[in-house]
């Protein structure tokens, strides 16, 4: 994905996550503010310490993690970027490559950092669905509500 030329920001902040990798988040204070706000279904944290310890564990946990940036939507707010992401679970079916599609709200500081990280992704479909005994249960109650 090649972002609007325009911003170098949000030109920065998509090769970084299309190219992290597990060293990478010892160096989350180069992208985010000093008390960036980041949140997503599962956390809710202050400061680039934390945030990298969010990513640590999402290595730790997963296996050959990508994010593709698939559309970027950029104004002098901020940015929104849809993503896939793509893994393999360690503990359940590891060879299984899994894919959760999802957005990013971010925005920027005086200095070009991120200062307000929102990742906006459905949990349910994309993620306890997949899983084997919370799975039938959630495909369950879809199919009832819908």
Not at 31 to 37: G, L, M, Q, V
Not at 90 to 96: H, L, V
Request: hydrophobic share 50%; net charge positive.
């Amino acid at each position: 994905m090649t972002p609007p030329a325009a911003d170098p920001r949000t030109a920065r902040v998509v090769a970084f996550f299309e190219q992290l990798k597990p060293e990478d988040t010892a160096r989350m204070a180069a992208i985010y503010a000093a008390d960036a706000y980041f949140r997503d279904p599962f956390n809710e944290v202050r400061g680039p310490a934390a945030i990298a310890r969010i990513f640590d564990d999402m290595f730790a946990r997963l296996a050959d993690c990508r994010f593709v940036i698939r559309e970027v939507v950029a104004d002098a707010g901020g940015v929104l970027l849809t993503w896939d992401f793509t893994f393999r679970m360690k503990s359940y079916r590891p060879a299984t490559v899994q894919t959760i599609h999802g957005a990013s709200h971010l925005k920027f500081d005086a200095a070009g950092l991120i200062a307000y990280h929102r990742d906006y992704w459905d949990a349910a479909e994309e993620l306890y669905a997949k899983l084997p005994l919370i799975g039938p249960v959630v495909r369950f109650l879809k199919r009832r509500l819908a």
